[in-house]
């Protein structure tokens, strides 16, 4: 083989690697499990990790935007995790009273995403804004009715305090944010958005597959007994993208994902 051609091939297997959305998907997965990592012992060098990757995830999307659309549309949904990430980790710097903390970053959250729908020509279809089949509504009610045991369960393993609400008006105000800044805002990002791409670039299962383990990934930060809070939202993730697969819709799972939330942080730590 002359230099030439050993150059050239060379440039073929670089190209290759990085346009291979396993090999990708596995790099920036090992990148955001390292991130998490830092975060448990130093939350400021979290963040400066997560931003970081995704700086990385903008430069990468340069690269191959020009040669393979469907790969940076990919690398641009991957952004919102750590965005997700850096923004929930500036919330205990944030000096309002947490329902204000809560939606001041669940707005760009929500400004981003939208914005990649618009910018990607992406039907409200593609990301689940679609009421599911007859058919299917029983299992949409099983998963949201399924939902409380799930509270249940990550409370006994997070133990975290209440959440500061008092009176039935607040309580009712708390629930519906929760609902739609932790449950609607993430499932639009993972099995909405994030999902379609992966899906697209990778099959079906496999794409699944990453998505979860990502979702599960960021959960790591979240303190607890051989980190089972991490395999435990990789779990419901898994779920959540099956059900969102079968039934096409984002809706039932969102509720789901808020009332989880709901037990979890209001319900649950006055009877536990």
Not at 46 to 68: C, E, N, Q
Request: aromatic share 16%; proline share 5%.
């Amino acid at each position: 083989m002359t230099l030439s051609n050993y150059l050239e091939a060379s440039e073929m297997k670089r190209v290759e690697l990085q346009r291979n959305p396993y090999l990708i998907s596995a790099f920036y997965l090992i990148l955001l499990t390292i991130a998490e990592w830092v975060t448990i012992y130093y939350p400021k060098w979290g963040i400066a990790a997560y931003v970081f990757i995704m700086f990385l995830l903008f430069f990468h999307f340069a690269l191959v935007s020009g040669t393979d659309e469907k790969l940076g549309y990919y690398l641009i949904a991957l952004i919102l995790a750590p965005l997700i990430r850096i923004l929930s980790l500036c919330l205990p710097y944030i000096q309002f009273s947490w329902i204000f903390s809560f939606m001041l970053v669940s707005i760009p959250l929500f400004i981003a995403i939208f914005t990649c729908l618009w910018l990607q020509g992406l039907h409200r279809e593609d990301v689940g804004f679609a009421s599911p089949k007859l058919k299917y509504l029983p299992l949409e009610a099983g998963i949201i009715l399924f939902a409380v045991a799930l509270g249940i369960a990550e409370y006994m393993i997070l133990r975290p305090n209440p959440l500061p609400v008092s009176g039935p008006l607040n309580l009712i105000i708390a629930s519906l944010l929760l609902i739609i800044c932790t449950g609607f805002l993430e499932e639009l990002a993972f099995r909405g958005l994030l999902q379609y791409h992966a899906v697209r670039v990778m099959s079906k299962w496999r794409g699944i597959l990453i998505v979860s383990a990502i979702f599960g990934v960021l959960h790591l930060g979240n303190v607890s007994p051989w980190h089972l809070d991490c395999f435990f939202a990789g779990a419901v993730g898994f779920i959540f993208a099956i059900v969102r697969d079968k039934t096409g819709s984002i809706y039932g799972i969102s509720v789901a994902h808020g009332i989880i939330n709901i037990t979890l942080f209001l319900i649950a730590p006055l009877y536990f």
